[in-house]
């Protein structure tokens, strides 16, 4: 077994880290995968596809607030805005605002929460911080179990 | 040089195409990774990340559309439903309507069409067809230079 920098079973390896996997699997306009093309183009420079970026809102998510939460699924997003470029080495800020919260009319079990995210990319040497990407969308989550009625409930 | 099927340089090998690389690396849910804890669930197996999803969409859509048309970038999506679990060997049937086209206020040299994409899992031994993904979303593409000022215009 191959361990990750904590002690646990390494899940990325040289290969899912490299650039430009994502756009040459998913997404292979030329802005994002044909350095020459791109640096020669309005944009300066490679651009990272938006659903590769979405994608590392994901996790994101998943790991500062899924990972901990009675998370169920999502019917979707509402809204998702690419507002800015995104480019190789830039960093990735990312707030989450709860913007609503209401019982679930077809299933007592879950709430729904709506959710709304920003992604801004930091200043660097090269250009100024900029909000790259807002998401607004919705997720289910468990009730906390105190009614013993619903704590007896299978939620999935 | 390694050749893909059709004498191209290939560019997926086998790590990039292995199940659950996608869901390890961008949306490590129990559902679309534990395949013991959705064996066991509502699901009955492991389902497709909703942003793996949406990647697949947005390739068929640059293999089938962006490929060989003038298209400038996406402002975003106006939606994305997940509305029926995605499993592994279901097979996607994609279809993509023009909602509609008008010509970019901002920018002459563009005109915006809205799109309207269903993916619709086939049906198989286990499981009746259903619509797994609704998106509907914007793209900018480049107006046709039959006016010689718009030919001189550089779209990026």
Redesign the interface.
Known sequence: MIRSGTGQPA???F??ISPG??A??????W?HVDVQAARA???GDVIA???YT???F??AY?DGL?SRAA?D???????????APVYGGDRLAIRLEVLGAAPSAAKPSVGTLTLAATMTRMATDRRPAAVAV?IRFRGWFARRPSDPDLGAT?V?
Chains 1, 2 share one sequence.
Do not use: I, N, V
Request: no cysteine; net charge negative; proline share 5%.
């Open positions: 899940e990325l390896f290969d899912d996997t994502f040459r699997r998913f997404d292979p306009q802005y183009s309005a944009y596809s938006g659903f979405a994608s590392l994901m996790r998943a899924l998370a699924a999502s019917p979707g997003l509402e809204e998702l805005r690419w507002t807002r299978t999935l």
